[in-house]
């Protein structure tokens, strides 16, 4: 079974704390992407994943191949990082999108 | 300038009808998609493009037509409505064929209510 497990579901923090996402999928998932989903609706990519670590800006990602694991981290978090996160598995086979259920950012002032 | 823009962003509609949904994207990528989100929030894939050329055309009703006109527009037509066509549609693009999981950028989706 295709799944993407992601955690926690919902975090709220201070703002300035050091915020960790975590995913974790299945074997046939080729590539991992993090991305960002505000109210509204919109999507935005944030990374792409197959190997290694990747840094924009104040966040970071990392995948661990051998455990199928990835992180997002968000350094120094601001309020305006509040937004719902999602890993989602990119399937070679079929080409699916494999969502993680998501985790409700919110940074408080 | 908005990488991948869909129009329009809200949609309500009676059964029966027929709608389209456009598509653009300024990004100079060869592939574009046509994504469903499903109740549980999974993104799964109707439609792929590659330079105009159709790739991938998973199961789904014959009433749901892509047509790209150029590589820089993926527009989606949908004839006879039915209630079960409620969701969100999102389009995405990517630089190349969809393998390896090429970083894809999305639209801000299409609401789609159908009453």
């Known amino acids: 079974k295709n799944e993407v497990e992601q955690s926690p579901q919902n975090l709220t923090a201070q703002e300035g704390e050091f915020i960790t996402i975590n995913c974790s999928y299945s074997?046939?998932?080729?590539?991992l992407h993090w991305l960002q989903q505000h109210p509204g609706g919109g999507i935005v990519s944030l990374f792409m994943l197959s190997s290694g670590k990747k840094k924009h800006g104040r966040l970071i990602a990392t995948i661990n191949i051998q455990e199928k694991h990835s992180s997002l981290h968000i350094t120094a978090s601001h309020p305006r990082d509040s937004a719902v996160y999602i890993c989602?598995?990119?399937?070679?086979?079929?080409?699916?999108?494999?969502w993680g259920a998501g985790t409700k950012l919110i940074i408080k002032p | 300038d908005t990488a991948v823009s869909q129009t329009p962003k809200y949609l309500v509609t009676q059964m029966g009808n027929d709608k389209s949904i456009k598509c653009e994207q300024n990004?100079?990528?060869?592939?574009m998609y046509w994504y469903k989100q499903d109740s549980k929030k999974f993104l799964k894939i109707m439609f792929s493009y590659n330079n105009k050329e159709l790739i991938i055309n998973e199961t789904v009703p014959n009433r749901f037509s892509p047509k790209s006109p150029d590589k820089a527009h993926l527009n989606l037509h949908i004839n006879s409505l039915e209630l079960g066509d409620s969701a969100v549609y999102f389009c995405a693009s990517s630089p190349y064929r969809p393998t390896g999981g090429n970083t894809i950028y999305f639209g801000e989706g299409s609401w789609l209510t159908v009453v």
């Open positions: 989602a598995g990119f399937m070679d086979s079929n080409y699916q999108l494999i």
């Open positions: 074997v046939g998932i080729s590539a």
């Open positions: 990004l100079g990528h060869d592939t």
